[in-house]
């Protein structure tokens, strides 16, 4: 038992200790390179509207500071741990590290349902959250940004209350901001843009002609959306199925992506969305396609779905979507199966995050167009590098992806010497 007991961070140090194996990484270095450098919890007693106080847990991993300050969403979910904190935290780091960014990865956030809290709540929740986080982060120490059940306007809340205690403005501290208080245009799109341009590359690389492709989005929010609209409205790839946390969709003929959208909008999800079947949403990852995204929450894909998926190409817009049983399975199907692995696949947002932090810094703005290009010109070089190694060394995409990020976290460690 330690503090981060949870299936989650299993997972992630099960990957991590396969690509150890691959490395050959001395067993000295292995728990160095594994374990958070530091993690936080705090408790957050908050007035509700009705009267009560209600306490809530909030935590920060920063898994380490090696390269640079730590970098990671802030996530509200009712059944936020540590374990799963530290999980994510640890997948940032070899995110960042393959992308060349100068980052150790973070991850944060407080456990409660958003949907139930009023607009006040939320935001007492929220400034509650960043105040007990100042003494910890800071614009060279760790940068937050949105993630599952936050948005721009939680990360304004952020800026402003670690800003008043500064007493000036530090819009650098956060990142997913409002474009009006310092962010950047296209950071809100970047994950979901990230992973229509690699499933592009890779249908190229594969010959698919994308106007007779079809498409599986598992998961309809900031990522699945802007993915299922890239896809089918600029891509011309038929979306089959949609889903959210309250409807699973499929419709062989195709659903209207943008009415999608347009309901969500209106009704906050997709329950009474009424283009297609509805069908189990396990059931839904099992329906022939050719790409299929799940693009919501980790271990969806398992030892008992692997050999049923039917795509051609499986595009992780989630974090840890397939666990590590579920890719020996896939493994055994890669000439069936091209995967591309999440720390490429969603890395679109933490390099946006890296444009807007680095604008903060200078004070200095792109366009999106320059932003937009600046993001894929970093996922190419990546794609290549990933693409280059599995070929060369006979490794699986995600060997491949996870072992040029821990490479380069170790490489920096041996430099840098034991503190870091």
């Not at 960043?130 to 982060?137: C, D, G, W």
């Not at 760790?142 to 205690?165: L, R």
């Not at 996922?379 to 693409?387: A, C, K």
Request: with cysteine; aromatic share 8%.
């Amino acid at each position: 038992m330690h503090i981060y007991d949870d299936e989650v961070f299993k997972m992630a140090c099960d990957q991590f200790q396969v690509i150890a194996d691959y490395l050959n990484i001395d067993k000295n270095d292995r728990d160095r390179l594994m374990y958070p450098k530091r993690a936080m919890a705090v408790t957050l007693p908050v007035h509700m509207d009705d009267g009560t106080t209600q306490t809530f847990q909030g935590y920060r991993v920063q898994h380490h500071l090696t390269l640079g300050p730590t970098k990671g969403g802030t996530r509200f979910a009712p059944n936020l741990s540590m374990g799963e904190t530290a999980a994510l935290a640890m997948w940032m780091s070899w995110k960042c590290a393959l992308n060349d960014l100068p980052y150790g990865g973070a991850k944060g956030g407080v456990a409660c349902d958003p949907t139930k809290l009023s607009h006040r709540e939320l935001e007492a929740v929220s400034r509650r959250y960043m105040q007990e986080m100042i003494p910890f982060v800071g614009p060279k120490t760790d940068i937050m940004g949105p993630d599952m059940g936050t948005n721009e306007q939680v990360m304004a809340w952020f800026m402003d209350t670690y800003s008043v205690y500064q007493g000036y403005s530090v819009n650098e501290i956060v990142t997913g901001k409002p474009v009006s208080v310092g962010g950047t245009v296209g950071r809100r799109e970047s994950t979901g843009r990230g992973v229509v341009y690699l499933i592009e590359r890779a249908m190229d690389m594969l010959k698919m002609n994308p106007e007779k492709s079809t498409a599986i989005i598992q998961g309809f929010g900031n990522v699945g959306s802007v993915a299922a609209l890239s896809l089918g409205l600029k891509s011309g790839v038929k979306i089959v199925g949609i889903s959210d946390h309250t409807a699973a969709l499929y419709n062989p003929k195709g659903i209207d992506v943008k009415a999608a959208e347009l309901h969500v909008q209106k009704k906050g999800n997709l329950r009474a969305f009424d283009q297609g079947d509805r069908i189990d949403p396990n059931e839904l990852l099992e329906m022939p396609c050719d790409i299929l995204a799940p693009c919501a929450i980790d271990r969806v894909i398992t030892e008992k779905n692997a050999d049923k998926i039917k795509c051609r190409i499986l595009a992780e817009g989630a974090n840890g979507p397939t666990s590590p049983e579920a890719d020996l399975h896939l493994n055994k199907r890669w000439d069936e199966v091209f995967v591309i692995p999440d720390i490429l696949c969603n890395a679109g947002g933490v390099i946006v995050s890296y444009f807007e932090w680095v604008q903060g810094l200078q004070a200095f703005l792109w366009t999106e167009t320059e932003v937009t290009d600046k993001l894929f010109r970093i996922l190419e070089s990546s794609f290549t590098r990933v693409i280059r190694r599995a070929k060369e060394h006979k490794v699986s995409h995600r060997t491949a992806a996870m072992a040029i990020g821990v490479e380069r976290v170790m490489k920096a460690k041996h430099q840098r010497g034991l503190f870091p």
